[in-house]
């Protein structure tokens, strides 16, 4: 390996030399993606390549002069490695750039130490970035091998340049001619020197010492001048040099001067003849020769250095595919020199047949496009085994254009195919995983500013693509704070990050989830990136609020249940809670109660009332109540299962409510009834025996009676005994009505209309039904209806008894104003203004009359309600009509008919079958 080490820089193209090689080089490391950078002494940027460029974001003049710690993001120790010769030139750096932009990449570097002109001149380095092993690096494109070639034809420039520059000054003519009597220290000279001396023309012209033209000569090259003309005096004979002046116009410009010195006869030295020319010209010209021979000097030594402290492998092929360079990694892969290596094919270096002939057409297409040719292959290399390389072959072009040389670099890429592998069972294992799971699966960065991918499962919206704002488009507003600082959190301790909060679903409305999501941890320890599941848990945070209401009304019921206490109690009837006011006053107290059974808490006489519904309610889920006494007070007690979210009971609810006042106001009242109905049937009694009397003995009046008297005492009977009716039904209810037998409608309401004084009246009979009631007391239902349509529709009024058969309910309420008529022609009109509610079967009486105003609807059939105050209405007639049909379980109501009269409707009547 030492030998191969040493080889590979000199003979880097062989036959080429200066600017030629210094193009070749400039060719072979623009191929390269690698960052490359040079370091002065003092650690700033003396140059840098595109690479480094795009890598950091800076332009290239922004960087050049600038310390290398403007792109370090970590700490001290990191620039001190930049700014030290490596012992190991193999040692990699591994930093972080911070770039223009303020982001951050990281990378890792090779630093070679570098001399100029045999001096510490700084350092050189190559810098990959490595943020992510599984990306490949991309070409730089045809835009950036432009420039490479514009920069390289720049360099090839330079020397022809410089050396047009320095025949030109070669070419320039004698600036004047000059003669130094030395005897009399006289120099004079031509005007044309003079001029360019800042000399006096008409003192030079005549004479002036030489000690004046030296003044002109400059500070740093006086002296010097002086010496080469003492000698050529003592000693040559013969005076030449360069210096510097200062001309006439004040500017420093070079000349060269020659002169030889003149003798006497005896030997002695009587004047110098001179000539001085300005070679300002040349010199500058050489000087920039120099230059650049230098820069270009110390530009080969930095490629080269570059070259063999690369880990990629650099080589070159001429147009025949002979290898014409090879690195030290190109060389350690081979297990050859360089002496070995240089003048073979790729078959003579080993490759199998299929991979040289491969290679050569792709050398082919370079020659024959221009254009570089990037490929992937698996090769064995000496000592790690079977590898894979990405690689990439470039034109070399020469000053026509013309392709002279194939320029190649290879990187070693298994360990990136290795991890895209990798990558891919990951994506696979997260495959599986989303399809497996009935939940959310999502991935994150490792800083969670981008969202990779998610699978939302109907509940999120799906993420395919890598997504920065998924914040504003998963999380609710609110949320989001509290987000970022568990995110943040989990970030800073590399551990899970777990919270329940609200997301934005899929189908726009607000859900809950609890998301829990786990680092996923690279060798060094650093997160890579985060998977993470989201339950739905929407219906459970719902639940959780009911219960949470429930809970509250809860709480408001037991702290103001009137004159009561709340309880729950287990399966063994053992009190778990006890809430209420009268809690420790009239019954136990709750730290009584909590934790004991009720049975073992009341005397028997209480649990016996208890138990079974306390039972039935934990037991069979029944809801039930009912009376107990206990510490003197009534009480009225309802216990009620509660379940849990799956249906299932898992306690009970009992309430206790003292209604000792209540059942003693019953028992009053229930007395008072007793004591009314029994005068009820006692005045009932005392007044239908002397209105029988009465009755029997107006039938035997002589018949020369007068008939109206006999008529009106007859009819006053006949008055009193409907009102005895009347006040029975009314006070005593359901007691005072008979069996029930069948009464043909039609026949009561034509009897009772023969006993109504109306003659001028109609009455329309069109019912056909037969029902199950108390003949009598129909009856009076309806003569006052019949005799209450009189009264309020006028003298000439029609009214119409009709059947309503089973079907759709009248839609009437107390302020409708549908018409409502008898069973006739009429009644299509009506049953297409009823509603959909189906009830039984009845029947109606209605009127052509002025009608019930909507308002006075619901009270017309309150007792003492009357139209006719301060005539003989009682307020009694409707009253026993409304009473009767409760007696019978009837439906009633009244509403407006189609003659806008009133229409008093009946349904749900028990007809005879």
């Not at 036959?15 to 490391?29: I, K, M, N, Q, T």
């Not at 700033?44 to 960087?63: I, K, Q, S, W």
């Not at 800083?447 to 998610?454: I, P, R």
């Amino acid at each position: 390996m030492s030998g191969r080490a040493g080889a590979s820089g000199p003979a880097f193209w062989g036959d080429a030399e200066g600017p030629e090689a210094l193009r070749r080089y400039r060719s072979l490391v623009n191929v390269i993606d690698d960052g490359i950078y040079q370091l002065d002494a003092e650690g700033r940027f003396a140059a840098v390549n595109d690479a480094v460029v795009e890598l950091t974001g800076y332009a290239r003049d922004d960087l050049l002069g600038e310390h290398v710690s403007l792109l370090l993001a970590d700490d001290d120790s990191t620039t001190e490695q930049f700014l030290t010769s490596p012992t190991d030139p193999s040692e990699r750096i591994e930093f972080v750039v911070q770039t223009a932009e303020g982001g951050r990449v990281r990378c890792e570097a090779r630093v070679t130490p570098f001399e100029a002109d045999g001096a510490g001149g700084g350092t050189v380095g190559v810098v990959r970035e490595v943020t992510d092993r599984g990306r490949p690096n991309q070409s730089r494109g045809e835009s950036h091998r432009r420039r490479n070639r514009e920069q390289r034809g720049e360099c090839e420039r330079e020397s022809p340049e410089t050396e047009t520059r320095l025949e030109a000054a070669a070419s320039a003519g004698l600036v004047g001619t000059w003669t130094w009597d030395i005897r009399e220290n006289v120099v004079t000279a031509d005007e044309c020197l003079v001029a360019s001396f800042d000399a006096d023309p008409a003192t030079a012209t005549g004479g002036a010492p030489i000690e004046e033209f030296l003044a002109s000569v400059h500070d740093a090259d006086r002296e010097r001048v002086r010496e080469r003309l003492d000698e050529a005096v003592e000693e040559t004979g013969e005076f030449a040099t360069e210096y510097r002046i200062t001309n006439a116009d004040g500017d420093t410009r070079w000349v060269s001067s020659r002169g030889e010195v003149e003798y006497d006869d005896d030997g002695e030295v009587v004047r110098i003849l001179g000539a001085t020319a300005d070679v300002t010209e040349r010199k500058e010209a050489e000087a920039e020769l120099e230059r650049v021979t230098a820069e270009t000097e110390e530009q080969m030594r930095l490629y080269e250095t570059i070259v063999s402290s690369t880990p990629d492998l650099v080589y070159a092929f001429d147009l025949d595919y002979h290898f014409t360079f090879a690195n030290d990694a190109v060389l350690e892969m081979w297990d050859r020199t360089l002496e070995e290596s240089i003048g073979k094919t790729l078959e003579e270096i080993g490759y199998e047949p299929w991979h040289a002939e491969m290679h050569e057409r792709e050398i082919d297409e370079v020659i024959e496009t221009k254009e570089p040719v990037r490929g992937e292959v698996e090769f064995p290399h000496a000592e790690l085994g079977r590898r894979v390389y990405d690689y990439i072959f470039a034109p070399v072009l020469d000053d026509d254009g013309e392709v002279e040389a194939i320029a190649g670099t290879t990187r070693d890429v298994t360990e990136r195919k290795e991890a895209e592998e990798e990558l891919q069972k990951s994506k696979e294992r997260f495959r599986a995983l989303v399809t497996a799971s009935s939940d959310v699966v999502y991935r994150m960065s490792p800083d969670w500013s981008e969202m990779h991918e998610l699978e939302g499962k109907e509940f999120l919206a799906d993420t395919d693509e890598s997504t920065s704002n998924w914040l504003d488009k998963y999380i609710h507003p609110d949320e989001q704070p509290r987000v970022r600082e568990a995110i943040d959190e989990a970030i800073r301790t590399k551990g899970i990050f777990e919270l329940e909060h609200r997301v934005e679903r899929d189908d726009g409305n607000v859900g809950w989830t609890f998301s829990r999501a786990v680092p996923m941890l690279d060798e060094d320890g650093e997160i890579e990136e985060w998977i993470g599941m989201a339950s739905d848990i929407t219906e459970r945070k719902r639940r959780e609020r009911a219960l949470e209401e429930s809970e509250r009304r809860y709480r408001t019921l037991t702290e103001n249940f009137p004159n009561g206490a709340v309880g729950v109690y287990d399966h063994e009837l053992r009190y778990t809670l006890a809430e209420g006011k009268v809690l420790g006053e009239t019954l136990p107290s709750a730290d009584r109660l909590e934790g004991n059974r009720m049975p073992d808490i009341f005397p028997s006489e209480t649990v016996e009332d208890l138990e079974p519904v306390f039972r039935a309610a934990v037991e069979d889920g029944e809801t039930g109540k009912t009376t107990t006494e206990f510490g003197g007070r009534d009480w009225r007690v309802w216990a009620a299962p509660l379940r849990d979210a799956d249906g299932d009971i898992f306690a009970g609810l009992s309430l206790a409510q003292d209604v000792t006042e209540q059942v003693e106001r019953e028992r009053e009242l229930e007395e008072r009834t007793e004591r009314l109905d029994r005068f009820a049937s006692m005045l009932a009694h005392e007044l239908r025996n002397p209105v029988t009397i009465g009755q029997i003995y107006s039938q035997q009046l002589p018949d020369d009676a007068g008939t109206d008297a006999v008529e009106y005492v007859t009819e006053a009977f006949d008055r009193i005994e409907d009102m005895i009716d009347v006040m029975l039904v009314l006070t005593r209810g359901r007691k005072a009505v008979g069996e029930r037998t069948p009464v043909e409608l039609a026949d009561a309401a034509r009897k009772t209309w023969d006993d109504v004084d109306a003659p001028e009246a109609t009455l329309e009979v069109s019912v056909g039904q037969t029902i199950q009631a108390d003949e009598t007391y129909v009856q009076h239902l309806f003569r006052n209806l019949l005799e209450n349509a009189v009264e309020h529709g006028g003298s000439d009024v029609t009214i119409t008894v009709g059947d309503l058969p089973p079907g759709p309910e009248t839609e009437a309420d107390g302020d409708s104003t549908d018409e409502s008529v008898g069973v006739s022609s009429e009644r299509s009109e009506d049953e297409a203004r009823q509603g959909a509610k189906q009830t039984a079967g009845g029947f109606y009486v209605a009127d052509d009359g002025s009608g019930i105003p909507a308002e006075n609807r619901d009270t017309v059939f309150e007792a003492g309600y009357t139209t006719t105050s301060g005539q003989e209405g009682t307020g009694l007639g409707l009253a026993f009509v409304s009473e009767l049909a409760e007696v019978y379980g009837w439906e009633y109501e009244v509403t407006e008919s189609a003659g806008g009269g009133a229409r008093f409707e009946f349904t749900d009547i028990d007809s005879d079958p």
